[in-house]
């Protein structure tokens, strides 16, 4: 069974620029979960998707958004780029939500640098 | 802060030693979970411990859950270069919206 897939893996933009991240989760894995990995606040949840529904939000700025379609793949999207959006954004998928007790299964993640 | 957090936040070893990581959480508990990060790699998860469990084991893996002093440990056994990685905790709340919340890890070096 493949794997958790995030592409690109690596990115740069511009600042003020927008981005978007895609994540192909494994198989008959409905749920898929966003995050973001910095040296300074380590890991940081974004958003949870599951059956193409927003289940979960963290605390994040409006600029952050995400969308899951039918065959739960998921995109995640940022607009208006900030130096401080530099990370390594690490997608996550399981075959339920997050609310029971599955564990993640991760992606290599999308090494975003804004310049 | 964060949910939880480990200690200590790096560990040097030598082949063949044990290694244990701690974990300390604030809020009320589901389950925690036990994930391995190699270099600019995703996490892999390792081991789930339920709120009502004591202790559990995975091949070298000993995981232990203290919910009165929310407190997690993670012991691994006669380790090996290739467990060199960071470590990271994470809970899972027992009410309202859960996501699963990582703590700021432990970087495990360890030397052949």
């Known amino acids: 069974k493949a794997g958790v897939t995030q592409t690109p893996r690596y990115l740069i933009k511009t600042r003020g620029q927008q981005v978007t991240l895609s ?8 749920s898929v979960s966003w995050y973001q990995q910095t ?7 974004l ?11 963290g605390n994040f700025p409006g600029r952050f958004s995400g969308r899951q379609f039918s065959n739960s793949r998921s995109e995640m999207n940022v607009s208006t780029l900030e130096l401080g959006d530099s990370a390594l954004y690490l ?3 399981s075959p339920r939500t997050v609310s029971l007790d599955s564990p993640l299964h991760f992606g290599n993640g999308t090494r975003l640098t804004v310049t | 802060s964060q949910q939880g957090e480990e200690d200590p936040q790096a560990l ?3 082949e063949g030693e044990n290694a244990t990581m701690n974990c300390s959480y604030k809020t009320s508990i589901n389950n925690l979970q036990w994930y391995r990060q190699n270099s600019g790699r995703g996490l892999v998860h390792l081991i789930l411990i ?7 084991h995975s091949g070298r893996l000993r995981v232990t859950l ?3 002093k929310k407190s997690s440990s993670l012991l691994i056994t006669a380790s090996r270069a290739a467990d060199t990685a960071s470590y990271f905790c994470a809970t899972a709340k027992d009410t309202g919206r859960r996501a699963l919340t990582f703590g700021s890890g432990t970087r495990l070096q360890v030397q052949p």
């Open chain 2, 12 to 14: 040097s070893i030598q």
């Open chain 1, 91 to 93: 997608c996550a998928s």
């Open chain 1, 39 to 45: 040296p300074g606040q380590g890991l940081q949840f």
């Open chain 1, 47 to 57: 958003f949870e998707y599951f059956s193409e529904t927003q289940r979960n939000k």
């Open chain 2, 66 to 68: 203290d919910t009165s």
């Open chain 2, 50 to 56: 339920r709120s009502n469990e004591r202790e559990k």
């Open chain 1, 23 to 30: 994540c192909s989760p494994i198989s008959g894995h409905r």
